[in-house]
């Protein structure tokens, strides 16, 4: 049973846009969320988190927002970039110490097309 | 600063072999992880330990064991390769358990 899903293993999105990658999650023991990139023979690389106390967090062009309600939070990236595209990891925790370790989703290869 | 430090980047092991894969921290971080990637499967949790001296089991542990007898170094350890190992191993770190964690390059395994 997955408890951090990423439903769209691809998404493409032209230079300047937007992109938009979602996570869904079920087990609502999770309050700290996060999100990796990751670039092919690297490994994954931090790139912003969000607390349960929090339904937006913001770092430069990305930003993540969370709805507790509907256990989804997602990832905007405004504008895209062409060193955007890589593989995109979401992750949660139990911060409180619950199960141990970061739980992630499956993954979503962002392509960014000139 | 060197962060995590995996050892080798790749190996290619003959089916029924031991194997210990490498991982050293110098961020004196107290929790540290394994993690296989595999195609399709995203990131699945290995073995854990939140502080040295301690480890646990993560989602897919049979056929691995570790070890933490210092802060800094994390081996994971193959007892009897088989060829369902062939994957990608990242070690990672983080100051306290369950936080950002920061992760090595990886360990290309080949199981033959």
């Known amino acids: 049973d997955q408890q951090v899903k990423q439903n769209s293993p691809s998404l493409s999105v032209q230079e300047g846009r937007i992109s938009i990658l979602n996570c869904d999650y079920t087990n609502s023991m999770f309050d700290y969320f996060l999100w990796y990139k990751k670039y092919p023979a690297e490994g994954p690389t931090f790139l912003i988190s969000?607390?349960?106390?929090?339904d937006k967090n913001e770092d430069g062009r990305f930003t993540v927002f969370l709805n507790k309600s509907a256990k989804h939070l997602s990832l905007h990236i405004v504008p895209s970039q062409p060193g955007d595209s890589a593989v995109y990891f979401c992750a949660a925790s139990e911060s409180g110490g619950g199960a141990d370790g970061l739980t992630f989703g499956k993954g979503t290869h962002l392509i960014i097309q000139p | 600063i060197a962060g995590i430090t995996q050892a080798p980047t790749s190996q290619i092991l003959a089916a029924g072999r031991r194997m210990t894969l490498r991982c050293t921290q110098d961020m004196r971080h107290n929790a540290m992880y394994w993690y296989r990637q595999d195609l399709g499967l995203g990131l699945r949790l290995i073995h854990y330990s939140n502080t040295a001296g301690t480890t646990g089991k993560g989602e897919v542990p049979d056929g691995y064991s570790v070890s933490r007898a210092n802060t800094d170094d994390f081996p994971l350890t193959l007892a009897s390769a088989v060829p369902s190992q062939t994957s990608v191993y990242f070690c990672a770190s983080s100051r306290q358990q369950n936080t950002e964690a920061f992760f090595g390059q990886g360990t290309r395994l080949t199981v033959v």
């Open positions: 969000i607390s349960s106390i929090k």
